[in-house]
């Protein structure tokens, strides 16, 4: 079984710094991993995926992770964050199966 | 934009009553899912289906139970609910194509239950 592991549970950063936001996983099996951002009274919608390929993975609003097999990571990074930024953001895994399992979230708050 | 719709947002309610979360998507997705989210933990799966007929537990065990008649349907419901159920309970969808998933879910806004 897959799981998920958020080293931070919150991120302050101030306006235009780069931000880094950790995730490990532990899989037995090949996996594809994900990022998602959630914002105030809202689901969670989509960041970056990786399914294969290229390990530097770039998504929406100027975010990118990388996929590091053997350190087992995906961590997600910006260089330069915006107020607008602010939000849970949610690393998961799942197998070919779509069983997904979600990390417990990062609390990303960006102060101008 | 995802095209998947839960009601209602939010809902207070008093222990003992029946309460059905509703959720609909119009993108002709297979797979279909409930979670249960609480503020600093992670996302809980507590039911899922491939299609229509097919309801399957998570890894959460939940009281509520689940039904699928509708490609595009997936309401919760909870018999009795109690202050215990309070949470915020997030619906999603997938594709499923033939066996293969293509990797993404999308997520409804969320209906936050209290249960008083």
């Known amino acids: 079984a897959q799981s998920v592991t958020q080293l931070d549970s919150q991120v302050p950063v101030f306006e235009e710094a780069p931000v880094e936001l950790r995730c490990n996983y532990s899989s037995s099996v090949s996996v594809y991993l994900f990022w998602y951002v959630q914002y105030p009274n809202q689901g969670l919608q989509l960041l970056l995926k990786y399914l294969s390929g290229s390990t530097l993975v770039k998504g929406i609003n100027g975010f990118e992770a990388e996929f590091n097999k053997s350190q087992t990571s995906f961590h997600l990074r910006k260089p330069s964050v915006h107020i607008s930024d602010t939000a849970e953001y949610f690393c998961a895994v799942s197998d070919y199966n779509n069983d997904m399992r979600f990390g417990a979230g990062t609390r990303l708050t960006v102060k101008p | 934009e995802a095209d998947i719709y839960q009601t209602p947002r939010y809902l207070v309610i008093g222990t003992g009553k029946k309460i059905t979360l509703e959720c609909s998507q119009t993108?002709?997705?297979?797979?279909m899912y409930w979670y249960q989210q609480d503020p600093g933990m992670e996302l809980h799966l507590i039911h899922y289906s491939y299609g229509v007929n097919s309801t399957e537990k998570g890894d959460l065990s939940s009281e509520s139970t689940v039904s699928r008649i509708r490609t595009e349907h997936f309401p919760l419901t909870l018999e009795s609910a109690r202050p215990s159920h309070t949470s915020q309970y997030l619906c999603?969808?997938?594709?499923?194509?033939?066996?293969?998933?293509?990797?993404?879910?999308?997520f409804g806004e969320g209906s936050r239950l209290t249960v008083l």
């Open positions: 993108m002709g997705h297979d797979k």
């Open positions: 999603a969808s997938s594709e499923y194509l033939g066996g293969l998933a293509t990797g993404e879910l999308f």
